[in-house]
């Protein structure tokens, strides 16, 4: 499969730049552990919200799939607030190089995902371009 070309208005215009996810480290600490407890504890994370939807697609089922598919969305929703905080304006790049990006980024891969498997095929089409227009690097690492 070739992948669509590139949107090149979008790559003309300033990326986006998140600050640090103040949880990042304590979630990356935890990854296999008391997840839900820290996700709890920093609900405007993304990262833990994708981690947790990470998890659930990981797990596999019907009723880990809508978890996961919760949990992305909640993560995404948190990301896009903290991109419009941070002057996102709806479009332009949001590097994965940057690594407080990737909480947002890997959520809407997730989102992407579970809309997959719970047959929401205009979601998982929707947040597949979405992550593909903000960030090929993101698109091309998660979908690999």
Known sequence: MTEPPVNLLASSLPETLLPPDPAAAELAAAENGPLVELVAANPASSLGWALLAERALAAGGAAEDVAAYAYARTGYH??????????????????????????????????????????????????AEFLRESSLEAYRALSA
């Open 78 to 127: 948190r990301g896009l607030d903290l991109l419009r905080r941070s002057g996102w304006r709806g479009q332009g790049p949001i590097p994965w190089s940057h690594a407080p990006n990737r909480g947002f980024l890997r959520a809407l891969w997730a989102l992407s995902v579970a809309a997959g498997r719970i047959g929401d095929d205009v979601e998982q089409q929707r947040c």
